[in-house]
């Protein structure tokens, strides 16, 4: 006390400086902006003209929105890995009725509700089956993804001509050089953050990940929750289906397998915790956006296009254990061995 | 003293298959009294807990609550609750990584027709209970503060400020001060002397006997199921009860040989 009485300026100072990085994501964005940087320099003719950030706005959507609901899944402790097949189960629906009925609005609706469904069938066989959701949902992923290929009977459809459609304009035309999907893709960030922050909703997943003891006690109907939130997941992940669907104007049955590593990876490079509990909104945004930017900068700076899955991974596992560490530096194993030492 | 008792057991009885939890157990809560719930391990001490706050189900008896008869098999914590009685148990009642104004109001949160939650509001009383309720004068707690950064004796305060808040009558303490510092203990003594300052009752289980004496009005020892003891604090000194709880030791010990 007495210290901070003779240099009020400096802890003034400091204690600005640490209020703007505890407002959320400012940590995450300085690290886009650095790698922003690092790229220009490194492949100066993508970084430097605007084109790279228009092709990132037309396709980081679909993986985002699909980020942006697995955060709300792993604040509640759980994870959901069926989401790629649930993308393109809902990208065939979207296809198939827009061939056969030339049905856009009602196409859209129906393949949403398609993925609400599977969300809500995956959300029972979690809690009502018991098994942990992370088998749960790798076993649904090779459910799902049969059933699609089955049903398409293993063929890609294309749909170009829905481009130039007012229903296309709206969701992944052009407002000049500027695609609209991102739009959606922020407006459905701004959605799940109020959700998680305050909605009751949000916080009932909060308490729910953070002890699942607690949560019963204070009266959370825990399965309720769960099945609600995993519904929410597949109708999400159907959305970004769409989207997708719309940009590439084709259905493959993989469509959505690609999205596996880097939607996982956007949540926890974003900062929310593995140990659920917790989950940062913003944290995810950039995160998608980390997630393209190194897959692209990589490939643009002369990096060999193999390694880029490589340095996803890597960049995965050293941030998810720097966010562990911040979080209690004993949850990683490691660093709790070295600080006892240390203390010897 | 005279007003209808707020929970009333009788003849309550709790079997587990063959194993006798609580045997003909008769007690009675008054209105704004502590009432100190002493036993071994075994005793029936947390049996009891749950029977009173809706956990478990009797096996025989019939619990009364404001002198009305209880349906034992609708009986749940949410019934509790709503009967206004809470239980604060040792390590479960807070979510750690969640800030203080989140834990008074998880499960009834303050929100409006869309259930968005009014973060003012609940911040505003969260600040009132911490201050004038169980008196934190704690540096650097604030009402965002984590509840992983709080001491064991102000996580005890801040559930007993919680159920105090939401209007409880009658709250359920269970071993509140295993694991804390000497001087965690007093502020939760502290903390158990405010329940009764404002006006409600309280049943604080406890093994360390010395501080049930201190801040009880009232002392029920079990006994294999069954009350042994039910007198005024008051009337028994410290070391009284002390011999008391040696002598059905040492019965306990004779009847086994």
């Known amino acids: ?344 | 003293m005279t007003s209808t008792a707020i929970v009333r057991l009788e003849n309550v009885g709790k079997q587990y298959g063959k194993v006798v939890s609580l045997r003909n157990v008769t007690l009675e809560i008054g209105s704004n009294e502590i009432v100190g719930l002493i036993g071994d391990n075994g005793a029936g001490k947390s049996t009891l807990i749950k029977v009173l706050t809706g956990v478990e189900q009797p096996t025989s008896g019939s619990i009364y609550i404001r002198g009305k008869k209880i349906d034992a098999a609708s009986y749940s914590v949410k019934e509790a609750h709503n009967l206004r009685i809470e239980t604060v148990y040792q390590d479960s009642s807070l979510g750690e990584k969640q800030p203080l104004w989140r834990n008074f109001f998880v499960g009834r949160p303050i929100t409006n027709w869309l259930g968005l939650i009014d973060v003012k509001t609940e911040k505003r009383i969260a600040e009132h209970i911490m201050r004038t309720t169980i008196g934190f004068r704690g540096a650097g707690i604030d009402v965002d503060t984590p509840v992983s950064r709080l001491s064991g004796g102000e996580r005890q305060g801040v559930a007993i400020g919680r159920a105090m808040h939401f209007e409880s009558d009658l709250i359920v303490l269970d071993e509140p001060t295993v694991a804390l510092a000497l001087k965690e203990v007093q502020r939760v003594l502290d903390f158990i002397r405010s329940i009764k300052a404002g006006g409600r009752s309280c049943i604080y289980i406890e093994h360390n006997i010395h501080h049930v004496h201190e801040v009880c009005d009232r002392l029920v020892v079990l006994d294999r199921g069954e009350v042994a003891l039910d007198v005024p604090a008051s009337s028994l000194s410290y070391t009284e009860l002390a011999d008391f709880l040696m002598s059905l030791h040492s019965a306990r010990d004779t009847s086994a040989h």
């Open chain 1, 1 to 344: 006390m007495a210290e901070a009485a003779h240099t009020p300026g400096r802890t003034a100072r400091t204690r600005t400086l640490s209020d703007i990085f505890k407002i959320e994501g400012v940590a995450i964005a300085l690290v886009f902006i650095l790698l922003v940087v690092i790229f220009m320099i490194t492949a100066p003719r993508a970084f430097m003209g605007y084109r790279v950030y228009m092709s990132f706005m037309a396709t980081v959507p679909p993986p985002m929105v699909i980020a942006l609901g697995l955060t709300l899944v792993a604040v509640a402790g759980e994870i959901d890995l069926s989401f790629p097949s649930v993308v393109a189960f809902a990208s065939y629906v979207f296809c198939i009725l827009y061939i056969d009925y030339d049905m856009t609005w009602l196409a859209l609706l129906a393949a949403t509700a398609v993925g609400t469904a599977m969300g809500f069938i995956n959300g029972l066989v979690v809690t009502k089956l018991g098994i942990p959701s992370l088998i749960a949902t790798l076993g649904m992923l090779f459910l799902w993804g049969g059933l699609v290929t089955v049903v398409s009977n293993g063929a890609s459809l294309a749909i170009p001509d829905i481009q130039g459609t007012l229903f296309h304009t709206i969701f992944a035309g052009r407002l000049g050089v500027f695609p609209v999907q991102i739009l959606w893709a922020l407006l459905t960030a701004v959605l799940i953050w109020i959700v998680l922050n305050r909605h009751r909703f949000g916080e009932s997943l909060l308490f729910i990940g953070d002890s699942k003891a607690v949560a019963r006690v204070v009266g959370i109907a825990t399965e309720r929750e769960k099945v609600k939130l995993f519904t929410l997941m597949g109708a999400m992940s159907a959305f970004a289906g769409v989207l997708l669907t719309l940009e590439t104007t084709t259905y493959f049955a993989n469509a959505g397998m690609g999205y596996l590593l880097i939607v996982v990876a956007a949540v926890f490079i974003g900062g929310t915790s593995i140990f659920g509990g917790s989950g940062k909104v913003v944290g995810t945004v950039f995160g998608s956006l980390i997630v393209a930017i190194i897959e692209a900068g990589l490939v643009a700076s002369g990096v060999q296009g193999f390694w880029t899955r490589f340095f996803i991974g890597l960049v995965f596992i050293v941030s998810v254990t720097l966010n562990a560490a911040i979080e209690d530096p004993d949850k990683v194993p490691l660093l709790k061995q070295l600080r006892s030492r240390a203390k010897k």
